[in-house]
């Protein structure tokens, strides 16, 4: 069919690259070989990146990638094997990212952040790691991604002025305890509890696959309070 929103090709399409002429005229997606067995080739869609531009970034952003790449050339690959044997990202590495700005994206500059409000900019520095190596582009998003929220919309304002300068810093490193054995990272399967025993408070789960966790100042415990508890209901906290 003829226009915008073309289908799928079927597989006779795909291997002439052909669709009553309409897909090959297009000029916006060629099937390439992938590879091949003894009895058959598979094929698979190629997108030139060339071909779609990406148009969601303007200046501000281009400049931020600039830093996060230089950032990844300068403290990330010439560490690169000593991060593999040491299992672990150097401190001085993580403190070197906080004099770039790039932790405190989604904290408000009253705490040392920089308050971006534009998640682009965190596409952008997850994209700039991911290229070197998607183990450091977790460490870091889990640093600035999943436990920036917990501290910046749940925090008390102590905890705030407590942990969020280190934090954008790099002086203080986080981690999330949110893995767990039976539910892996699904929150609304969250089995961890908490509760109180007197004037103590009561923790009680297990926790697997904690990123970060070797060198962490601070890590984040989710978990359910009971009925009555913290959180009226069986509240994920």
């Not at 997606?29 to 992938?34: D, G, I, P, Q, T």
């Not at 054995?181 to 408070?201: E, I, M, N, Q, V």
């Amino acid at each position: 069919p003829r226009g915008r929103h073309r289908p799928r090709p079927t597989r006779a399409e795909a291997r002439t690259g052909r669709q009553d002429g309409a897909w090959q005229a297009s000029g916006r997606r060629a099937w390439l070989k992938a590879g091949s067995t003894s009895s058959k080739r598979s094929k698979r869609l190629v997108t030139p990146e060339d071909d779609r531009p990406r148009n969601v970034y303007g200046p501000d952003h281009e400049a931020f990638r600039a830093t996060a790449r230089e950032f990844v050339e300068r403290s990330l690959k010439p560490r690169a094997e000593q991060f593999i044997e040491d299992r672990s990202i150097d401190r001085e590495v993580w403190i070197e990212a906080g004099k770039q700005g790039l932790l405190g994206l989604e904290v408000p500059e009253a705490y040392g952040g920089s308050g971006a409000g534009d998640f682009r900019f965190n596409a952008i520095l997850a994209e700039e790691l991911s290229k070197f190596n998607a183990a450091a582009s977790s460490s870091f998003g889990i640093h600035s991604d999943c436990v920036a929220p917990y501290l910046v919309d749940l925090g008390t304002e102590e905890q705030k002025q407590r942990w969020l300068p280190g934090f954008c810093s790099g002086e203080v490193i986080n981690a999330i305890a949110m893995t767990e054995p039976s539910g892996g990272s699904d929150l609304a399967a969250l089995t961890s509890t908490a509760g109180r025993a007197g004037d103590d408070g009561t923790l009680g789960g297990s926790t697997t696959c904690l990123p970060s966790a070797q060198p962490a100042d601070l890590v984040v415990l989710p978990h359910r309070t009971p009925r009555g508890g913290v959180c009226q209901g069986d509240t994920p906290v």
